[in-house]
């Protein structure tokens, strides 16, 4: 697993260099309130293909990991995936409306967004396929594409003093449907068919994910949805650069995850635990670490305007440990065949969500929501920990505790003679 996990891992701290490069840009052009302005638009926009997918991807993935025809996979979900994105389009634009309070320009863009659901929706789809499949090169470039093109454009823009909130917006939608480039290379012509069966289990087992996948990713984007019509703009602007700064640890995360799921999918569990407790020393130390650079760092890369987002920071830095160690179990458990558990935990942390974001960001803004994501983050981590070891017949310190034997096993990787 070693190669795997260090390429995603590098294409993944490739692709967090990327924003730490263009959100610079983007917040010294637009300033905190304009930056709020533009996650307005991109928030639920990034929101919209977990909602609407009903799971499908997290069964495409468990599916082509045990070997399933990949042109029943692509023809009976992608189907699916498209009457799916296509039923969503009249509730899309009136969240359009909503969402907007009254800014023009945050209505146009998410309408843009809410039409191509059906082509977004079918990238999601490519991307577990790749994913289930172990197609790890493919799986890199779909990964990249969608952070690379709008790097490279948004770039261009600031330097040519073209970089808005309307030409940002536009930049980021179409790039999100770049990620089935690689895929179609990849798996080249199918005999696309479609089975009923294929579609109705993908809906029973997607539905079950879909509800603990929805609550995670509700978790860690519903304090920016919520802030839309709960706060001021410049609140938003201020707590997406937190974000942004906090977020560095994602890099290995989703490298654990992403190689780790297909091999428990196949009965390897005892990943795990080790892919567990080597993650949270890695997100620890690199959470520390970065604590300590934030107010030196943050104004250096996006202006002094954006100082205020620092105690945000550091609160959201202490919330990624269990954050980053609750995604990671939710993955393992969903490969495992229990998503129904995972539903469990992140429905826990929602409800903690929803009325601790209601009653504080009208007073305290982006740091009543890094609190409220602190609180969450450690419930649903404290669940799932409990429920894997129950699942996997496994004592906790395996999961907590770093061993002397994953260093070891760590540098042997790093040889190709030994790790022969």
Not at 254 to 260: E, F, I, L, R, Y
Request: glycine share 10%; hydrophobic share 55%; aromatic share 8%.
């Amino acid at each position: 697993m070693a190669g795997p996990v260090l390429a995603m891992t590098g294409t993944n701290v490739f692709v967090t260099l990327l924003g730490f490069a263009t959100g610079p840009f983007l917040a010294r052009a637009l300033g905190p309130a304009d930056r709020g302005v533009l996650a307005a638009i991109v928030v639920p926009l990034t929101l919209a293909p977990w909602v609407v997918n009903l799971g499908l991807p997290a069964y495409a993935t468990r599916e082509a990991a045990r070997g399933r025809d990949l042109g029943v996979l692509v023809g009976s979900l992608g189907l699916a995936s498209i009457v799916l994105g296509l039923v969503a389009l009249g509730p899309g634009f009136a969240v359009a409306s909503f969402l907007a309070q009254g800014e023009s320009v945050v209505e146009h863009y998410l309408r843009i967004g809410f039409a191509l659901l059906p082509l977004t929706l079918l990238t999601g789809l490519y991307f577990a396929l790749l994913n289930g499949a172990q197609r790890w090169r493919a799986l890199v470039a779909a990964r990249v594409l969608p952070f690379l093109v709008p790097a490279i454009v948004i770039s261009v823009l600031f330097f040519i003093g073209h970089l808005t909130v309307s030409t940002a917006a536009l930049t980021t939608i179409l790039a999100m449907n770049l990620s089935i480039v690689p895929g179609l290379f990849s798996f080249g012509l199918l005999r696309i068919r479609v089975s009923r069966n294929c579609i109705a289990s993908g809906l029973r087992f997607g539905l079950k994910s879909w509800l603990g996948t929805l609550g995670s990713l509700t978790k860690y984007r519903l304090d920016q949805l919520m802030m839309i019509p709960l706060t001021s703009s410049r609140q938003l602007g201020l707590y997406v650069v937190a974000v942004t700064i906090s977020g560095a640890a994602d890099a290995v995360t989703a490298a654990v995850s992403t190689v780790a799921s297909p091999r428990v999918s196949r009965g390897d569990r005892t990943l795990a635990a080790r892919g567990m407790r080597v993650l949270l020393l890695i997100v620890t130390v690199a959470a520390g670490l970065l604590a300590i650079a934030v107010p030196w760092v943050l104004p250096l890369l996006f202006g002094s305007r954006f100082s205020d987002a620092i105690v945000m920071t550091w609160i959201l830095l202490a919330a990624s440990i269990p954050g980053q160690g609750a995604f990671v179990l939710s993955a393992l458990l969903t490969a495992a065949g229990r998503p129904g558990l995972v539903t469990i935990g992140e429905l826990l942390a929602l409800a903690v969500t929803v009325p601790g974001l209601v009653l504080l960001l009208p007073s305290l803004g982006g740091i009543g929501a890094a609190l409220v994501s602190l609180v969450a983050y450690s419930l649903a981590f404290g669940y799932l920990l409990i429920t894997a070891r129950s699942h996997f017949r496994m004592p906790l310190a395996d999961f907590l505790v770093v061993r002397g034997s994953d260093f070891a096993q760590a540098r042997a990787s790093m040889n190709p003679e030994r790790a022969r």
